[in-house]
């Protein structure tokens, strides 16, 4: 029985992974704790080095997953030094004196979307402080001498109240309350819903493969289009959304328009097929 420690578990991802993995092995630690009765949990800074290595050294765990990162892409690039220390200095204060395997989760940002969708072996080139520091983290996990795996994914969507980056919340209580919605039509994805990830890291484990992954959902479509496929989810008036174009909204850092995330790798390895984006809403939905 390995035992796991989770960072950022208190987000969209993490509170599927804890769903996905046994309670027993779970350490769930982040910088807000809520507080759960189905496994352990614990406040935890990443960014306080004695604190980390502190825990890393009590818990001993088996492998680290970790989740927890600055994902505010336009706050990254107008604070790129707290950008840096969580998710680079970070990284590096989990890396240090840990001796187990790492599983480390990235984004489709480390590429510039010129040309995507990507595969593992293209060549990256981030446009933002995000997609830098994102990148700067996969490069010391790289460099450790420890067991990794590095997954990239990208629009990761959830519909729960513990959250205020969810995609699918802001779409839903927008159109709950008849309020007219702009969303992007030229960025380019195959969003990945969070308990779909969740079993595929879950799988990662008990197969006990390593190396760089990527993995999202199985159509790649815009942000317009993903939003009108939500509301009908929901049963709600796909009338309210408008589409806009990403130079119209004047977002402080770039983000790649032509994205997404090539699966082939993930799925000869553990023999499994990316869930559609219906099937996803669909299960998403009826599991509310």
């Known amino acids: ?33 809520n507080m759960t009765e189905k496994y352990r949990c614990m406040e935890l800074d990443i960014t306080n080095r004695k604190n980390v290595e502190k825990l890393i050294r009590n818990y001993k765990p088996d492998i680290i997953i970790h989740l927890a990162a600055m994902t505010d892409v336009d706050g990254c690039e107008k604070d790129p030094e707290m950008a840096f220390d969580i998710n680079v200095e970070a990284t590096e204060n989990l890396l240090k004196n840990f001796k187990g395997k790492f599983i480390y989760v990235s984004t489709d940002y480390v590429f510039d979307g010129e040309e995507g969708p990507y595969h593992e072996d293209d060549k ?64 380019w994805n195959n969003p990945t819903w969070t308990n779909d990830l969740a079993n ?61 995330l090539y699966t082939n790798k993930i799925e000869l390895d553990l023999g499994i097929e990316p869930l559609s984006i219906q099937k996803a809403l669909d299960r998403m939905v009826s599991s509310l």
């Open 200 to 260: 595929v890291m879950s799988m990662m484990i008990e197969k006990n493969i390593s190396g760089l992954y990527h993995y999202g959902g199985g159509d790649f479509l815009n942000r317009y289009e993903f939003a009108k496929m939500i509301a009908s989810a929901f049963s709600l008036d796909r009338q309210l959304i408008k589409p806009i174009t990403t130079p119209e909204l004047n977002w402080l850092a770039q983000r790649p328009l032509k994205s997404g």
């Open 124 to 187: 990256v080139n981030p446009v933002s402080v995000y997609g830098k520091t994102k990148l700067y983290g996969e490069n010391l996990v790289q460099e450790s001498d420890i067991d990794w795996i590095i997954l990239r994914s990208n629009i990761i969507f959830s519909y729960n109240d513990r959250t205020k980056a969810s995609f699918v919340n802001w779409v839903v209580d927008s159109l709950k309350k008849k309020q007219m919605i702009t969303v992007v039509n030229d960025q």
């Open 1 to 33: 029985m390995k035992k796991i420690l989770i960072t950022g578990a208190f987000g969209q991802l993490g509170a599927s992974l804890c769903e996905a993995l046994p309670n027993e092995l779970i350490l769930a630690t982040g910088r807000i704790m």
